[in-house]
Every structure is written in structure tokens, then in C-alpha cells.
């Protein structure tokens, strides 16, 4: 196989031994590919080059980074998160990568101080109730005393263990169950906003099946949510939280970035990567007794250059991934394709905290639909981890945008941030300009997994089994958090492994 610089690539093995550019020409040499560098990319890389020591690896990555979504920068002696600003514990992929890079000293857990969340209600921020767990409610005392449900809420709320299991099978959406099992108004009031800010989606869409299951498997086990809260199993953790599980959230003690630096380092050790290369084309190789395609692409400089590979690991979007599939599994790419996807922003903006009127005494605030205003969300960066931010200075994140206001997205950044100002200066009465503004734009990044993702989930695996030497990485078929992620890349290069390896024995 020839790169774009006329050479073979490098095995795994003589690149993690010698710590240079190892040049080799054995027929029985496998060569696998990797296309797409945020972080399921990269792992999925890095995983290939454990298990498939005498391999080659190739890596291609469209953007001039590395890292996806996620990306840390200091700004003064603020060090602010344009992405992900930290990853869920109980989900074990994200300490075991930290485990592998050697980072496991680094990692930072959230602040106990300010472990809590607000939800604005009417106009006024006010704590989650006590307990919640994004749908199913901790208590009946914790709705009854929250001031954000009327007295007729609550009491549709607390009549949920009354409500009969639904009968019939197949999928729900999120706002269908919500409605069904604890009141419109619980809905409207918390559990759209509380799920709406992981998904940034339409809850009416949002299948519970693919993003919430432990729910339905409540109501499936114990009949109730509220006695599926309370039974011994449920756990501790969960029934402490308020709000979002923030006692089960970590971060680095760098930024975020120090995880993806020290990955993509590792992966630079073990695989030739190329940035700023996009992938056009796959094309199946003809004649071969294996499956084995031809890779492509073209480098930042317009280079167009072809990869002959033995399996291909698809670490992007599904549209993407969709388009890439036309040439060799039309099914895969025809179901790939019409998954949804929606776009946000985060406007990032420093503050004097004397300049704030409330005492942002929280890790965040999630806004509902109903309040109808410009923004979903805020986090309150500084609050989570101090570490981020000099004494008396905040680091607000606002989310714009999302599947329940695509419109936002055509504002350009100076619009957004003024926008976000406005919301500020209502909601928690920022007064003073902030220190700096900044926005980070997310294009269709967020898949949206409606009601029957799960079904075309099981569609796509079922053709894909057609280019076996063909897998799929990412958070397109499930999962949007990083463990979930990096679990993805994980899979998906020992998956593509196991078929190479049958496919073409050294």
C-alpha cells in the first residue's frame, strides 16, 4: 500500500518498538484503516494496534486536529472547554482509557460545594427536586415541596404508581412515557429540559428504548418508577442525585484535551495519521478471495491518493459514513443516512462574579421549552471545577440551538453571543460585559435517535454483515457520552480484526 508520501506504512509492532517510521513489504501484512480522529477514531486505532501488532494502520481525520469534539483552551488563567467538559464514571471506558495513557493521577472529579442543579421555572431559577433521576423521581416528599410544579402536577405526579403498565409493544418516545407514567406537567416543567440538555433533542421524537431504557425496564420490573427508585438495587448514587448524576462526573486536571493530546501521541506512536485528508471514495478491490477495498482520499494540499486495506474501522457521522458506503453496501448506506442529526453552539463567556447578581450556586441550569427562551442551557464551568477559573471569576457555557431551535443556528456568532447576553443578564442578572465571549459551533454533531432507532440499529448490523471488513464507530448507532464512545472504537477494531484476520491468515 502507497501513501501519500510514496512509502509503505509502518507496522504497529516495529513503530511501538523502535519509536520511528519502520517501512515493511510482507505479503502477510495486514492493512487496516481507521477514517475519522475524534475520540471513537482514535481508540479504535490505538485498540488495532494492540491486538493487531503486525499490522499497518492508517488513519485519516477531515479536520486540522485531532479530538472531535472535544477541545480545551486557556484563555488568560481561565482554561475554558469548547466541547465536552468531562465524562460519566459508572460507564468504565473513559478511567480505563485515562488508566492505559497513563493520565489516572490527572483525574479531577466535580467540586462537592455547589453539587446541584436549577431548572428555570417561570423566570426564576430553582433547585431540580431532590433525588431525580432525569425522569423517574426520587420521592413523593421532594415533589411535593418543589415550587415548580403546581399543586395539580404534583398530584398527577404522585399518582404514578396508580398508572397501569402499557400493554401494547414496540418502541415509545420519550414525551409519550413522561406523559403517560407522571403528568404532562412533569414533562413540560423538568423531564424535557433535564433530558432535552444531554440529547439536544425533540422529546416527542426521542426514543426511550435507544437512549433511556433503565426506565422502561423500571416500569417493566417493579410497575413504577417511584418503586423502582426506592428498591434496594436502584443504588445510593442514584437516588443522592439531584438532577444530573454530577457525583459520577470526571475531567482532567489540564482540560480535557490533556486526554486527547496523550491518545493521539500514543496513536502517532503506532499508526500513520493524516489530518486535514478527507475520505471520498471506497472502492471493493476486484479479484480478491477477501473482501478488501481501496481507501480514497485527499490531503490538505489537494493530493489525491489511494489506500488498498484490508478493513476499514468508519469513526464519522453516519451521513458520512452513509456516503462512504454508497460504492460497496448501498443497503448500510440508504439506513446510515437517515439518521437525523441536529446542530448547537456553546457560547462561552468569563465574568467578574461581583458582577452577577445571583450566586450561580450550581453546576447549571436547564431551561424548558415552555419558558420560551433564546437559550436550552447553561453550566456553570468555575462551579464544577474550581480548578478552571481565579477566585471570584466565573466561566459560564450556554447552549444554543439544538432540535428545538434549529433556527438559531443561521445567527451568526456576534448575534449568538448578544443573545446569550441577554439571557444572562435576565435569568441570573449578569450585569457587568464579560471578560470574553467566545462560540464554538457544532454542525450536525448530535445524532438524534427517534422512536425505532433501535430497530435501524438492528438493520444497519444486519447489512453490514455484507462487507464484514467494514465496522462502524462512533455515537451513531447509541451511546453520546465519551465512555460510550471510546467502548465504540474498542468494538469496532476488534470486530474488524476478527474478519481480517479469518479473511486473509498470514
Not at 231 to 241: I, L
Request: charged fraction near 20%.
Amino acid at each position: 500500500m502507497r501513501n501519500a508520501v510514496g512509502g509503505s506504512l509502518p507496522t504497529a509492532r516495529n513503530r511501538l518498538k523502535r519509536g520511528i517510521n519502520v517501512f515493511v513489504g510482507e505479503a502477510a501484512v495486514k492493512r487496516l484503516a481507521v477514517i475519522g480522529g475524534g475520540i471513537s477514531g482514535l481508540t479504535a486505532a490505538l485498540r488495532l494496534s494492540e491486538i493487531a501488532v503486525d499490522s499497518e494502520i492508517l488513519l485519516l481525520e477531515a479536520a486540522p486536529q485531532l479530538g472531535g469534539l472535544v477541545a480545551s483552551e486557556s484563555i488568560g488563567d481561565c482554561l475554558i472547554e469548547r466541547g465536552a467538559d468531562s465524562f460519566i464514571t459508572n460507564k468504565p471506558g473513559g478511567v480505563q482509557l485515562c488508566r492505559k495513557l497513563g493520565l489516572e493521577n490527572d483525574l479531577i472529579g466535580t467540586d462537592d460545594k455547589n453539587r446541584r442543579s436549577l431548572i428555570l421555572s417561570r423566570g426564576r431559577p430553582i433547585e431540580t427536586p431532590e433525588g431525580l433521576n432525569l425522569i423517574a423521581p426520587g420521592g413523593a416528599w421532594s415533589i411535593l415541596k418543589t415550587p415548580i410544579l403546581s399543586w395539580r402536577g404534583k398530584l398527577r405526579c404522585l399518582l404514578e404508581p396508580l398508572i397501569p403498565q402499557r400493554k401494547e409493544g414496540g418502541d415509545e418516545s420519550l414525551a409519550s412515557f413522561t406523559r403517560r407514567r407522571l403528568g404532562k406537567e412533569m414533562l413540560d416543567r423538568i423531564v424535557q429540559p433535564m433530558v432535552g440538555g444531554i440529547y439536544t433533542a425533540d422529546p416527542e421524537k426521542l426514543s426511550l428504548a435507544a437512549t433511556l431504557p433503565r426506565f422502561l425496564d423500571m416500569e417493566r420490573r417493579y410497575g413504577s418508577l417511584f418503586e423502582g427508585m426506592q428498591a434496594a438495587e436502584t443504588g445510593a448514587a442514584e437516588k443522592a442525585a439531584s438532577g444530573a448524576r454530577y457525583g459520577l462526573f470526571a475531567s482532567l486536571r489540564h482540560g480535557m484535551s490533556q486526554l486527547i493530546d496523550a491518545l493521539a501521541a500514543r496513536v502517532r506512536q503506532v499508526a500513520r495519521v493524516h489530518t486535514s485528508s478527507r475520505a471520498t471514495a471506497i472502492i471493493p478491490l476486484p479479484g480478491e478471495a477477501a473482501q478488501r477495498f481501496q481507501i480514497h482520499w485527499t490531503d490538505g494540499n489537494g493530493q489525491q491518493s489511494q489506500s488498498d486495506v484490508d478493513g476499514i474501522v468508519l469513526a464519522t457521522p453516519a451521513y458520512l459514513a452513509g456516503d462512504l458506503c454508497r460504492t460497496v453496501n448501498p443497503a448500510a448506506a440508504e439506513e446510515l443516512s437517515a439518521i437525523e442529526y441536529a446542530s448547537s453552539a456553546i457560547v462561552i463567556t468569563g465574568h467578574d462574579h461581583a458582577g452577577i447578581g445571583h450566586p450561580l450556586n450550581a453546576f447549571g441550569l436547564v431551561i424548558p421549552a415552555v419558558e420560551k427562551r433564546e437559550i436550552l442551557s447553561v453550566s456553570f464551568l468555575h462551579r464544577k471545577f474550581p480548578e478552571r477559573a481565579p477566585s471570584g471569576q466565573a466561566i459560564l457555557r450556554t447552549f444554543i440551538g439544538g432540535a428545538m431551535q434549529p433556527e438559531k443556528m443561521a445567527l451568526s456568532d456576534g448575534q449568538l453571543i448578544e443573545a446569550t447576553l441577554r439571557e444572562l443578564r435576565s435569568i441570573f442578572d449578569v450585569r457587568s460585559e464579560p471578560q470574553f465571549a467566545l462560540v464554538a459551533r457544532y454542525e450536525r454533531a448530535m445524532p438524534q435517535y427517534h422512536v425505532g432507532h433501535m430497530d435501524r440499529v438492528q438493520r444497519i448490523r444486519t447489512t453490514l454483515q455484507l462487507t464484514p471488513t467494514i465496522q462502524i464507530a462512533g455515537n451513531t448507532l447509541g451511546g453520546v457520552g465519551l465512555p460510550d464512545s471510546i467502548l465504540s472504537g474498542e468494538n469496532a477494531a476488534e470486530r474488524i480484526w476478527d474478519v481480517a484476520r479469518a479473511a486473509r491468515p498470514g
